[in-house]
């Protein structure tokens, strides 16, 4: 192809020597430019119209061919053509092979619209979700999958944790709703079968339950004995020694066994108890036991300082609440050095309404906080025996939060405290009325 400005400038040079040899030959060298000039812009115009003919898709003329400069036009859009036909096949099949990787996944893969009109699945997809192609395609999302659950979770928009619907499609099954916006065009679903997990969860707590129950006669009956033998003074000396430090293993093992029955407890049953209850004489009750705790744990110059000047009330289970409170305020007791300012509040933040206990201990890495909820985990290993904790209350207090539909956020810095929240919807917890 040549150069336009090379092209443009031999077409320039050869109509000014059409015109001077007009011009030469007739004697009118203005009636000879304006002749050419018009003759030029007619077979132009001819040409011009050849090509928008060609563009819609006619035959190519062949006066579009007798000018280098419409040839070059005309070569430059065909190379652009064949360039362009060429990206899309490659675009093709890539797409299809995209689509034949996700459709050998095990895990579904549906796509929607902005409306939650839906735009393709693959075939794992189609299968649990029951969706059938070309039938339900443009199907609005939720008038092919009724369930509550799955549009309350949708409506409230935070998608950071999966949804699990179990008895889904009133089949023996559990499928897990995993969704993520897609730019602004939409959304995209992952959809796994977890069944198996969800089973392998219940025959684990079943477990720790029927273990736990079965260990806590035996234990009972051990420890009856070992205290007898220490208040009677039955033994003295070493063996007496060895007596009490049995005595007081075996009574951390009880705890031990009544928080996993507690936290089992907490994992099965279907919810915790609607009632309304005055939430400040509760966190007196657990002020007075945090009290005799600090005590027993010769922590004398420990404070507890309740910040609580309003009225609260709460829905839900008394027990759990008294529960979670009581874990939170043991876990500063245990864990912060005597002398230590331990603060309960209530607060009402944009997010909801939210229950803190603050310290100003010793205070945890950023790099423990996000496994602190996890059973038997502890910060340092050193100190389980000294504290007498079991290693379950965060875990329990968690799942209490959750089973009343809120959160439980912990936060720390070293040396400077810790501050776990607990924030709570707003129709669980309100400010009453003096």
């Not at 060895?242 to 279907?270: F, K, P, V």
């Not at 290693?391 to 809120?406: D, F, P, T």
């Amino acid at each position: 192809m040549r150069n336009a400005g090379s092209t443009t400038v031999i077409e320039i040079t050869s109509l000014l020597l059409l015109t001077s040899a007009l011009g030469t030959i007739s004697g009118h060298f203005t009636a000879s430019a304006l002749i050419v000039s018009i003759t030029y812009l007619g077979v132009t115009l001819w040409r011009r119209n050849s090509l928008y003919r060609w563009l819609e898709g006619h035959q190519k003329n062949d006066a579009l061919l007798s000018s280098d400069l419409w040839r070059d036009i005309v070569r430059r859009i065909e190379l652009d053509r064949e360039d362009a036909k060429q990206s899309q096949i490659n675009l093709s099949e890539q797409l299809q092979n995209l689509r034949h990787a996700l459709s050998s996944l095990n895990i579904g893969i549906v796509l929607t619209d902005d409306t939650w009109a839906l735009n393709w699945w693959n075939a794992r997809g189609g299968e649990l979700l029951g969706l059938r192609h070309p039938d339900d395609l443009d199907g609005y999302l939720f008038a092919l999958l009724r369930s509550p659950a799955l549009k309350s979770y949708i409506a409230s928009r935070q998608f950071e944790d999966p949804l699990i619907v179990d008895n889904f499609r009133n089949e023996k099954k559990s499928i897990e709703f995993f969704f993520g916006p897609v730019s602004s065009s939409g959304f995209i679903i992952l959809v796994r079968d977890v069944t198996r997990f969800q089973k392998l969860n219940e025959m684990r707590s079943d477990f720790i339950a029927n273990v736990s129950h079965e260990l806590k006669t035996p234990l009972t009956v051990i420890n009856g004995y070992l205290e007898t033998l220490i208040d009677n003074g039955l033994v003295d000396g070493v063996a007496g020694k060895a007596i009490s430090n049995a005595w007081s293993q075996g009574q951390r093992m009880s705890n031990i066994i009544q928080d996993l029955m507690t936290l089992s407890q907490l994992e099965t049953s279907q919810g915790p108890d609607q009632a309304n209850f005055n939430l400040n004489g509760l966190l007196d009750q657990v002020v007075q036991q945090a009290q005799l705790l600090k005590e027993n744990l010769d922590k004398k110059q420990t404070q507890i300082n309740l910040s609580v000047a309003d009225r609260w009330d709460m829905v839900g289970s008394t027990n759990e609440i008294y529960s979670l409170l009581s874990n939170l305020l043991s876990n500063a007791i245990r864990y912060c050095p005597d002398g230590s300012s331990i603060n309960i509040s209530i607060e009402q933040t944009g997010s909801g309404p939210t229950i803190q206990v603050s310290d100003n201990g010793p205070g945890i890495a950023e790099s423990h906080l996000q496994r602190l909820t996890e059973r038997f985990y502890r910060v340092d290993t050193s100190h389980s025996s000294s504290t007498g904790g079991t290693g379950l209350g965060l875990s329990i207090a968690k799942h209490i939060v959750n089973r009343h539909g809120g959160e439980l956020i912990i936060d720390s810095e070293i040396g400077t405290g810790t501050q776990v929240k607990c924030r709570f919807p707003a129709n669980k917890l309100v400010r009453g009325t003096t």
